[in-house]
């Protein structure tokens, strides 16, 4: 096969959404344990009080990891049990929690990516403007600080935010995602400020490697969505739609981190319309002077778009009901629409395996030769049961033909480094509950939370195995 000796083979999780324990050892409230107990915000008001129990169980946990041959575990740290108000007073046994968990990766072997940021802002800190608030943005750089002098002895691989867009645009755009917001103006800015974050957690981290602080091998990047657009049709229309969803979609997410800039006419029009972003004095030179050594891509899907003149929904499929999503979209600007020659999960999400290889094929032509890692790919399932035995196989399926685009990528010269499937266990889906599984392991759920191999935790085991010659 094409893949590197060094290519990673490893697979992700979330903090919230696998650790529960979201008020053990001194751990402070996020802005998800907020807002998950607020009455209809998630599929039937599940939580990540508990999610998979890793937090008690994270050996036992590590052992398949091990079993299953994983080189690297991709992980987010949860700021509140760290710092449970956010800044000033650490939490020494959150701190333990993590370095405790980094050892245990270690002693077998596997390396360990921390995500920073995945979604689970302080409570505290949202009670003072959250994102909005410049005060969020140095104790961002504070609690990163304190992650690279505790962790960066043994974590070399470091991403400072995963998937802006989500929790900006759901945040502050669509609503559905803590604070709740429908306001663009309140949203760019506070975008603005995760983008300064991430610059000012790259400064700190090239500080540390220059003072020896840290080892210099690390890397430091961003991890975002990616997800192809392709117009409905060739009407002008349609592509000029398809260029805006581009332009909002991927080109405002990226070039702030791989270009130290936005994309000059969006940002035209965002000032014109509502003038924001503001920009401080330090704010170019910080974007421009702190390009991150690699991007994570998240990807699941591509999205078809067509011009849209009329309809401004932003409901999404939260049941697994297969077409029961409504077309999704920004009156004015773009809307997503079906193929009918496409095939979908039961979300309503393509399946295209190219989608993989052509994105970052796109991100290269933009951002030139960049380092790559795919920190996210999976088929949210309900996964069937077959004679006690997990029988995934579609996910077998959706794997097995992304990694094929993963080969033809590297094929292609793309500079993949490796691949992280969403997820390695079992977890919380934010809106969707634990009906969307997305892991190699199952949890049953109505057994206490035992864990059980399913089919496709063998068939990775034999990828990881022959280095994807066996896929
Ligand atoms: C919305 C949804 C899903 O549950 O299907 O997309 C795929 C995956 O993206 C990740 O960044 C989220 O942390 C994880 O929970 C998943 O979230």
Redesign the pocket.
């Known amino acids: 096969s094409a893949f590197p000796d060094n290519f990673l083979w490893g697979a992700a999780s979330?903090a919230y959404?696998v650790e529960g324990a979201h008020n053990v050892d001194g751990k402070g409230p996020s802005i998800w344990d907020d807002f998950s107990h607020q009455p209809g915000t998630t599929h039937e008001g599940t939580n990540g009080d508990v999610a998979a129990d890793h937090y008690h169980r994270f050996k036992e946990d590590v052992a398949l990891m091990a079993e299953m041959g994983m080189q690297s575990y991709r992980f987010s740290i949860s700021w509140p049990r760290l710092f449970p108000s956010g800044r000033g007073t650490v939490n020494k046994a959150g701190v333990k929690f993590y370095s405790d968990l980094i050892d245990e990766l270690i002693k077998y072997g596997i390396k360990p990516m921390i995500t920073l940021y995945?979604w689970d802002l302080p409570q505290a800190l949202q009670d003072i403007g959250g994102w909005e608030s410049r005060e969020t943005v140095e104790a961002f750089e504070q609690y990163a600080a304190l992650c690279y002098q505790e962790f960066g002895d043994r974590v070399s691989l470091w991403s400072t935010f995963?998937?802006t867009l989500?929790f900006i645009g759901m945040g502050y755009f669509t609503g559905a995602h803590p604070p709740g917001l429908s306001d663009p103006k309140r949203g760019i800015q506070a975008c603005h400020h995760v983008f300064i974050a991430h610059a000012k957690a790259v400064k700190t981290f090239r500080e540390y490697q220059h003072q020896q602080r840290i080892p210099q091998n690390g890397q430091i990047g961003f991890v975002n969505v990616m997800q192809p657009h392709e117009p409905i049709t060739d009407k002008p229309e349609d592509i000029a739609a398809c260029k805006m969803a581009d332009d909002l979609l991927t080109h405002w997410l990226y070039d702030p981190v791989l270009k130290g800039e936005y994309p000059s006419h969006i940002l035209n029009i965002t000032q014109l319309t509502w003038g924001v972003p503001v920009f401080s004095l330090e704010d170019d030179d910080l974007l421009k002077n702190n390009i991150c050594d690699f991007i994570g891509v998240?990807y699941?899907k591509r999205e078809w778009i067509a011009a849209n003149p009329d309809i401004s929904n932003t409901k999404i499929n939260t049941t697994g009901n297969k077409g029961s999503g409504q077309e999704f979209g920004f009156k004015g600007l773009f809307k997503f629409v079906r193929n009918p020659k496409s095939t979908y999960t039961d979300?309503d999400w393509e399946i295209y395996p190219e989608g993989l290889c052509v994105g970052m094929q796109r991100l290269k032509e933009r951002y030139g030769d960049i380092p790559f890692y795919i920190t996210?790919n999976g088929l949210?399932a309900k996964d069937p049961i077959i004679d006690g035995e997990i029988v995934d196989q579609p996910r077998i399926d959706y794997l097995s033909s992304h990694t094929d685009a993963a080969e033809s990528a590297i094929k292609q010269g793309i500079d993949l480094r490796g691949y992280y499937p969403?997820s390695f266990i079992d977890l919380l889906?934010?809106l969707?509950g634990y009906q969307?599984q997305y892991g190699f392991v199952y949890v049953d759920r109505e057994n206490n939370l035992q864990r059980k191999r399913k089919k496709s935790f063998f068939w990775y085991q034999e990828v990881i195995e022959s280095n994807g010659a066996k896929r």
């Open positions: 979330a959404q995945h995963n998937e989500i998240n699941y979300w996210e949210g969403w889906s934010w969707n969307k």
